[in-house]
């Protein structure tokens, strides 16, 4: 009789699991890819029909983005020839370059927003959740509903009392009025998330530094928070994608000052219409923080989304 184990897969499933795991990670990745082709392409190319797979790269899409740029006489190009090879990108449409677009503040705008708003969500969700997970507090768990109930209605519920109560208080197109906001949205599941993971750290791991003298405080500082670092991660990571993807409360409160880039990039214009390359030269570089962030952490979030799974 052969062995035969019920938990082990055999050879065959793991062939199978393998290829269904990375035809899936292919076909998820082609749009991703498509969107960084893109961004190197001409004008041209980006929109010609049938798409080309094959083409000639070129930095004018993020030349475009980068840029801003005007049309002038031959006269003028003629006695003002480019000095550099952004310049003869645009010289080739007859405009010259007369200063940086603002898809830099946009990206800042988006970097100070979206951190500051993760740190503050998790800031207090921490606190909020060890409250409820270690004191007993009168209606505890109306208390969670309601706020989980946050989450349940759709944002252009609330969208026009947000956005008039912003006009009075003055926060409207502010860093502070925007950070506030998607902490205020981002409250909810960084409280509940955190919560599963603090009620997994064992209570007597607290009493024990109670008894050696700690402070309640100490206690949550020294033992609690690093048992729940992974918690946090996953929490961080899950409340930054939020703020930095959010798009209908950025487009309604914000047009100038505090304006993000999601809102932004799709307002590129360039040469007789949309200028897709610039878009897509946009979309890659606004990836890249969010992507960075998650793959330093990598570790910590699959720990953090499994803490907890098995009990003993």
Request: charged residues 15%; glycine residues 6%; proline residues 6%.
């Amino acid at each position: 009789m052969s062995a035969y184990s019920v938990t082990e897969p055999s050879k065959r499933q793991k062939w199978v699991a393998g290829t269904l795991v990375i035809a899936y990670a292919l076909i998820t990745m082609i749009p991703l890819v498509w969107i960084i082709a893109t961004g190197f392409k001409s004008p041209a190319d980006a929109i010609s029909y049938p798409p080309k797979v094959m083409f000639e790269p070129t930095l004018e899409g993020y030349v475009n983005l980068f840029t801003t740029r005007t049309r002038q006489t031959d006269e003028f190009l003629a006695a003002n020839p480019p000095e550099t090879w952004y310049e003869e990108i645009v010289r080739q449409y007859d405009m010259v370059i007369v200063g940086p677009s603002r898809y830099g503040e946009r990206f800042l705008n988006s970097i100070i927003i979206g951190f500051g708003s993760t740190f503050l969500s998790v800031f207090l969700g921490v606190l909020a959740a060890y409250a409820f997970s270690r004191f007993r507090i009168p209606l505890s768990d109306d208390l969670l509903f309601f706020i989980l109930s946050t989450r349940m209605m759709p944002p252009i519920a609330v969208a026009i009392p947000i956005f008039l109560m912003y006009r009075n208080l003055g926060l409207s197109d502010t860093h502070l009025g925007m950070i506030l906001l998607y902490t205020a949205v981002n409250i909810s599941l960084a409280v509940w998330l955190l919560k599963g993971f603090i009620d997994e750290i064992p209570r007597e791991y607290e009493e024990a530094a109670l008894i050696d003298g700690y402070t309640r405080f100490q206690a949550f500082y020294k033992v609690v928070l690093p048992q729940a670092m992974t918690g946090i991660v996953a929490t961080a990571i899950f409340c930054l994608i939020f703020s930095w993807n959010e798009y209908a409360f950025a487009v309604l409160l914000t047009s100038g000052t505090a304006q993000t880039a999601p809102p932004f990039i799709p307002t590129i214009i360039g040469v007789g219409g949309q200028d897709w390359p610039a878009v897509a030269a946009g979309a890659t570089l606004f990836l890249l923080p969010v992507m960075i962030f998650t793959v330093a952490l990598r570790k910590h979030l699959l720990r953090g989304i499994t803490f907890g799974a098995v009990r003993k």
